[in-house]
Nanobody
Framework: VQLQASGGGLVQAGGSLRLSCAAS????????MGWFRQAAGKEREFVAT????????HYADSVKGRFTISRDNAKNTAYLQMNSLKPEDTAVYYC???????????????WGQGTLVTVSS
């Protein structure tokens, strides 16, 4: 599966953005999907994951209650709705796919290019 993330940009603190991850191929629905991010000078970190059917999600504590991951298997697309953004959310955001369980964040092995999110204070 090939992935392409989009939707990043510059937003003020407290604002919202929605990221999209478009996938190629007819097997999208068989993959768990995830969003990860990497801030400048830091390691990449897990943000949120969703099961292949969309019925199960998992969030990092830092984004719980503010971000929502979803997917539309008919459109081969995953989303990350980000609300109440903070300057510390500034990072390059990556979408990824896993043929394993959505919960195992180290098993995501298909990666898209990143999209930059910048949150100004």
């Amino acid at each position: 599966v090939q992935l392409q993330a989009s939707g990043g940009g510059l937003v003020q603190a407290g604002g919202s953005l929605r990221l999209s991850c478009a996938a190629s191929g007819r097997t999208f629905r068989s993959y768990a999907m995830g969003w990860f991010r990497q801030a400048a000078g830091k390691e990449r970190e897990f943000v949120a994951t969703i099961s292949w059917g969309g019925g199960h999600t998992h969030y990092a504590d830092s984004v719980k209650g503010r971000f929502t991951i979803s997917r539309d298997n008919a459109k081969n697309t995953a989303y990350l709705q980000m609300n109440s953004l903070k300057p510390e959310d500034t990072a390059v955001y990556y979408c990824a796919a896993s043929s394993g369980s959505y919960i195992y964040i180290h098993e995501y092995d298909h990666w898209g290019q990143g999209t930059l999110v910048t949150v100004s204070s």
